[in-house]
């Protein structure tokens, strides 16, 4: 055998020995079966968007408020009155006993009144408004609120009352003239126990109040 024909052979080998061992494996039966049996993962669905809480409805405005007032007349949402409106009048008897200052009291409602709050003013020689004293506290008023009126104010009722928040130590050094206004009142049900609806005048019991209160605009 020749030279060049031994060589021919050798390279023949070589790239026939490179060929088989570059290409790429193919996978066996049993891995390719693997492969395609093996499940497929799919993404959880998403949940249902939650609805949205209901609102409250709104309470509606009573149509039995007294005159120049509206609202649910509820505790919090009384019937409100603007100005100088007054349900009661309040005048102090310029007697202070034991007890406290005396108030008379009369109510200009059209029904029974069972529950009450007072606010209690107190002004010097001069018309200034004092401050008093409740426990280590000093404030401009006294407020007092609940059943105080022992029993129930029937329309245009008029009595004579103490309350037993305003005591004679609550009132100031110094004091000549002592004002109250009825905040708020409660007016009864049809059994007289229970109060059914509430009528409120915020405007006529500030923190800082002229001798005499809020008085009617002049015409």
């Given amino acids: 055998m020749s030279v060049a024909l031994h060589s021919s052979k050798a390279l023949l080998a ?5 060929f088989l061992t570059g ?40 149509d039995d408020c007294p005159e120049g007032s509206a609202g649910p007349g509820t ?8 100005g100088d409106a007054r349900i009661m009048d309040v005048k102090w008897t310029k007697k202070i006993s034991d007890a406290g200052p005396t108030f008379s009291v009369q109510s200009k409602a059209k029904k029974v009144i069972l529950f009450g ?5 107190f002004y010097d020689k001069d018309g200034k408004q004092l401050e008093l004293k409740v426990g280590d506290k000093t404030q401009k008023k006294q407020r007092c609120t609940g059943r105080i009126f022992a029993g129930v104010m029937k329309p245009n009722e008029k009595a004579t009352l103490t309350f037993s928040c305003v005591k004679k130590s609550h009132v100031p050094e110094g004091t000549e003239t002592i004002e109250g206004e009825m905040q708020m009142v409660g007016f009864a049900d049809a059994s007289g126990k229970k109060t059914d609806y509430y009528w409120r005048n915020d405007d006529i019991a500030p923190e800082e109040r002229p001798k005499g209160g809020v008085k009617a605009a002049a015409k």
Avoid: N
Wanted: proline share 21%.
């Fill in 14 to 18: 070589v790239v026939l020995a490179a």
């Fill in 75 to 82: 505790f919090k949402q009384p019937c409100d009155a603007k």
């Fill in 23 to 62: 290409c790429p494996e193919k996978p066996t039966g049993t891995e390719s079966a693997a492969a395609s049996s093996a499940p497929a993962t799919t993404a959880a669905p998403a949940p249902p968007p939650s609805k949205p809480a209901p609102k409250a409805e709104p309470l509606k405005p009573r």
């Fill in 117 to 121: 709050a007072i606010v209690v003013y």
